[in-house]
């Protein structure tokens, strides 16, 4: 995790499914202030896809993406 910047909120959608992580991750984004940025923790091999098409519709950019076995992170942050 060196290369991953400092996250303002976190949110573990480990162990959701889909559409789940994504819906809550919206609603977190909406709380933030421009420029904060959540780490999203998720289990969901669908996060992946699911996340890099959120981003694009949104605006919101992916910052950092890791895999530590079966959880991935992602850093996004509020456009």
Do not use: Y
């Not at 480990?14 to 819906?23: A, D, E, H, T």
């Not at 909406?30 to 959120?54: I, N, S």
């Amino acid at each position: 995790m060196t290369d991953a910047p400092a996250a303002d909120r976190t949110l573990d959608a480990r162990g959701l499914l889909c559409p789940m992580p994504i819906v809550k991750l919206s609603k977190l984004v909406k709380e933030l202030e421009p420029q904060q940025v959540v780490l999203l923790e998720a289990t969901d091999p669908g996060a992946v896809p699911d996340v890099r098409a959120w981003s694009k519709n949104t605006g919101n950019p992916v910052l950092h993406q890791e895999t530590d076995g079966n959880v991935m992170r992602f850093w996004i942050q509020k456009a």
